[in-house]
């Protein structure tokens, strides 16, 4: 296979893929986002917000390093709804990790859990290519608690290095690409040198007006939700984009709509902003709510909604 269209080799080319895996809630989307520089994984404080392999395409001169966001790691008491779906992200997240050159464990600077720990047990045969990143130091007070703790996680986790970051302020991400720069293999690049993500259009303006969802909804509707998109394209010098939001119970459907419509419309109003963004145009969204049960727990129905199942 060739290289990529635009691409200029030199003989000290490096490139490689980066898994990024932790717990849900530890910040790994919005760190992806902030390596990028572009919002292509949602955020959200729900968890379980990831459910596919996003890339991220970082280009720096004579690198190319791209990132895989992964779903949050999964707790073994967890419930039966939703199986196939949980099993997916499961898969997905263990064959980041075997795929990888080098794999980032992210943990939340606040608190090191059970989870963290047997995330750490499960990377040990991985120790010489894993970076541990200790996010969210921002929020750790006093600053000084910092210096400690990076001693005892180093004391503890034999991991190749330990970098403390705020994926949200943007602090020591410089730092952070330069270690994992070291660590690339020699290689041509995979992808040309404007690239930022694998995902097409499609997806990415259904994560968007899931994310939007996620944010309006508090109640246990998010998990039983997905969006897919029915039509996309253009007329009359603007966007038309038509999307379906799938639920698994009939009365998610009234939940996800709201009294009068409001919830609809404020997350459909709000996605719209970013679908201008995305497309570069005006945007005529349309979104409806339809029932389709027990979509999480069929493997086949998750590879029809566009699932890597």
Same mark, same amino acid.
């Given at each position: 296979?060739? @290289? %990529?269209?635009?691409?200029?080799?030199?003989?000290?080319?490096?490139?490689?893929?980066?898994?990024?895996?932790?717990? $849900?809630?530890?910040?790994?989307?919005?760190?992806?986002?902030?390596?990028?520089?572009?919002?292509?994984? !949602?955020?959200? &404080?729900?968890?379980?917000?990831?459910?596919?392999?996003?890339?991220?395409?970082?280009?720096?001169?004579?690198?190319? =390093?791209?990132?895989?966001?992964? $779903?949050?790691?999964?707790?073994?008491?967890?419930?039966?709804?939703?199986?196939?779906?949980?099993?997916?992200?499961?898969?997905?997240?263990?064959?980041?990790?075997?795929?990888?050159?080098?794999?980032?464990?992210?943990?939340?600077?606040?608190?090191?859990?059970? @989870?963290?720990?047997?995330? &750490?047990?499960?990377?040990?045969?991985?120790?010489?290519?894993?970076?541990?990143?200790?996010?969210?130091?921002?929020?750790?007070?006093?600053?000084?608690?910092?210096? $400690?703790?990076?001693?005892?996680?180093?004391?503890?986790?034999?991991?190749?290095?330990?970098? %403390?970051?705020?994926?949200?302020?943007?602090?020591?991400?410089?730092?952070?690409?330069?270690?994992?720069?070291?660590?690339? $293999?020699?290689?041509?690049?995979?992808?040309? %040198?404007?690239?930022? =993500?694998?995902?097409?259009?499609?997806?990415? !303006?259904? /994560?968007?007006?899931? /994310?939007?969802?996620?944010?309006?909804?508090?109640? /246990?509707? %998010?998990?039983?939700? =997905?969006?897919?998109?029915?039509?996309?394209?253009?007329?009359?010098?603007?966007?038309?984009?038509?999307?379906? !939001?799938?639920?698994?119970? &009939?009365?998610?459907?009234?939940?996800?709509?709201?009294?009068?419509?409001?919830?609809?419309?404020?997350?459909?109003?709000?996605?719209?902003?970013?679908?201008?963004?995305?497309?570069?145009?005006?945007?005529?969204?349309?979104?409806?709510?339809?029932?389709?049960?027990?979509?999480?727990?069929? /493997?086949?129905?998750?590879?029809?909604?566009?699932?890597?199942?």
């Amino acid at each position: 296979m060739g @290289e %990529p269209d635009g691409v200029v080799q030199d003989d000290d080319f490096r490139t490689g893929y980066a898994a990024i895996v932790g717990r $849900p809630n530890v910040g790994k989307s919005t760190l992806l986002n902030a390596l990028i520089g572009e919002r292509v994984s !949602i955020v959200s &404080a729900k968890p379980h917000t990831t459910r596919h392999r996003i890339l991220g395409v970082l280009n720096r001169p004579s690198r190319q =390093t791209i990132f895989v966001d992964t $779903p949050g790691l999964q707790r073994a008491s967890q419930g039966r709804r939703g199986h196939a779906l949980r099993r997916l992200m499961a898969r997905t997240i263990h064959q980041a990790i075997a795929d990888a050159d080098i794999v980032l464990m992210m943990i939340d600077a606040r608190q090191l859990t059970a @989870e963290d720990r047997r995330l &750490a047990e499960r990377l040990a045969d991985r120790a010489d290519n894993t970076v541990l990143v200790l996010n969210k130091i921002d929020k750790v007070h006093p600053r000084s608690a910092l210096l $400690p703790l990076l001693k005892n996680l180093s004391k503890n986790f034999k991991f190749y290095s330990y970098i %403390p970051v705020s994926a949200t302020k943007g602090t020591n991400l410089d730092r952070l690409v330069e270690v994992i720069s070291e660590r690339l $293999p020699p290689g041509p690049a995979l992808f040309p %040198p404007d690239a930022v =993500t694998d995902r097409g259009e499609r997806f990415r !303006i259904a /994560e968007f007006i899931r /994310e939007k969802l996620l944010t309006a909804l508090h109640q /246990e509707v %998010p998990y039983g939700l =997905t969006v897919e998109v029915e039509y996309l394209g253009q007329s009359d010098e603007q966007w038309l984009v038509h999307a379906i !939001i799938w639920v698994e119970r &009939a009365n998610h459907k009234s939940i996800v709509i709201g009294k009068g419509g409001r919830v609809l419309k404020a997350a459909g109003q709000s996605a719209r902003q970013d679908l201008v963004k995305l497309l570069g145009g005006r945007v005529h969204l349309e979104l409806w709510v339809k029932v389709r049960e027990h979509w999480a727990d069929s /493997e086949r129905e998750l590879k029809s909604l566009g699932f890597d199942a």
